[in-house]
């Protein structure tokens, strides 16, 4: 039964681990093309809320509770 778990485990580190890399790349893709400062201002007023910092905690959130939710199962 646990080697399930490890594999959820496993399986959901690797879901945030990728979906890491994607915001990452999509940052540095932005950083790129906004060339001047005024410019990267203009572009972080107008994100808001679809800032990748909020992606990045929706992932970590995400990866935490399964996480925590998998050593319950594990201490109980």
């Known amino acids: 039964m646990y080697p ?6 496993i399986v959901v580190s690797l879901i945030a681990l990728v979906g ?14 906004d ?16 800032s990748s910092i909020t992606t990045l905690t929706t992932i970590y959130t995400i990866t935490f ?6 050593i319950w199962i594990f201490i109980f």
Not at 4 to 9: G, L, N, R, T
Not at 35 to 50: Q, V
Request: aromatic fraction near 10%; hydrophobic fraction near 45%; proline fraction near 0%.
């Open 65 to 70: 509770i399964i996480a925590i939710v998998l």
């Open 4 to 9: 399930i778990y490890y594999f959820i485990a």
């Open 35 to 50: 060339s001047s400062s005024e410019e990267e201002l203009a572009s972080l007023k107008k994100e808001g809320k679809s």
């Open 20 to 33: 890491t890399l994607y915001v990452a790349r999509d940052m540095i893709k932005k950083e790129k093309e």
